[in-house]
């Protein structure tokens, strides 16, 4: 069900393939992923396929589901996760006030949350198949002080923002705000929240920001194999709920990722490749 063709850029020696396995996690690969067991291999690309089986038969799936690209589509946006002569993909500069911030052409996309939400993981975690590109991780939370760009070679930009709440910068409105509104090429932002505890009152204020400015967002629920399912379920459906009723720029659909166990990566690949323009979906619904 879930086997995938070799397709070339894949294939062992051949242009992009040319990095040291040894440093690759050992699902980057959606190639990978799609030859584990139907069941585990769902879990990986959909994970709010675990928790459906828990929900009632009243609740309204659609809303979680509105995203849901086929193979074809994230093997398309998987290609631009690879780096090559061609397509270089590469740490660029960081920025601490919006006159230090280079003006690139391409779409971008940026990153932000609360401070140990996970957030410098999980870039970490949509770079694994080019290990060459250096995302600083910390266990210690409030790491990231700056505006960290990463170009994806002419497609797009990630940009990873300092944490929110605990050990912020003490400029973080001042570095941040600016960005989000004044931005003209960027495409989306997609707001962190920790599912293991839930909205947070940090994360509250993040979301009523981005609703201010009024333009896209998207919330990506991170860690969710930190907690068992029906907290999870708990924290989801509760977030849901406040999506449904307070917000106007958000996506309904909420984006589940595990950093750890790759739950959830090659969808967020995939919607950052569609909403920059870098690929057109053919399986999916809306966005």
């Not at 051949?14 to 190639?31: D, F, N, P």
């Not at 400029?171 to 997609?190: H, I, S």
Request: net charge positive; with cysteine; aromatic share 10%.
């Amino acid at each position: 069900m879930f086997r995938l063709r070799l397709c070339p850029w894949l294939r062992p020696g051949i242009g992009v393939c040319k990095v040291s396995r040894q440093s690759v996690h050992k699902l980057a690969s959606l190639q990978v992923a799609t030859t584990l067991p139907p069941k585990k291999a769902q879990s990986l690309l959909y994970p709010f396929s675990e928790l459906e089986g828990y929900l009632d038969s009243s609740v309204d799936r659609t809303p979680f589901q509105l995203f849901h690209p086929g193979l074809e589509d994230m093997e398309k946006a998987e290609k631009l996760f690879y780096s090559t002569p061609a397509h270089k993909i590469d740490y660029y500069i960081s920025a601490e006030r919006m006159d230090h911030v280079p003006a690139l052409k391409q779409p971008e996309v940026c990153f932000i949350g609360r401070s140990n939400v996970g957030k410098s993981s999980l870039i970490k975690a949509l770079f694994s198949l080019t290990p060459e590109v250096e995302v600083r991780v910390s266990k210690n939370p409030g790491h990231t002080k700056k505006m960290n760009f990463f170009r994806v070679g002419k497609a797009f930009t990630i940009v990873d923002m300092p944490g929110y709440g605990h050990r912020a910068p003490k400029d973080f409105v001042d570095m941040v705000e600016p960005y989000l509104y004044g931005r003209k090429n960027l495409a989306r932002t997609f707001l962190l929240v920790d599912g293991s505890v839930g909205l947070q009152r940090a994360d509250m204020i993040a979301l009523e920001m981005c609703e201010e400015i009024r333009r896209p967002y998207v919330i990506v629920v991170t860690k969710i194999d930190k907690c068992g399912q029906g907290t999870l379920l708990t924290n989801l459906m509760n977030l849901q709920d406040l999506v449904k009723r307070q917000t106007t720029s958000c996506f309904p659909q909420p984006i589940l990722v595990s950093s750890m166990h790759f739950w959830g990566i090659y969808l967020l690949r995939c919607f950052v490749a569609h909403v920059t323009g870098s690929i057109k979906l053919t399986n999916t619904s809306q966005s």
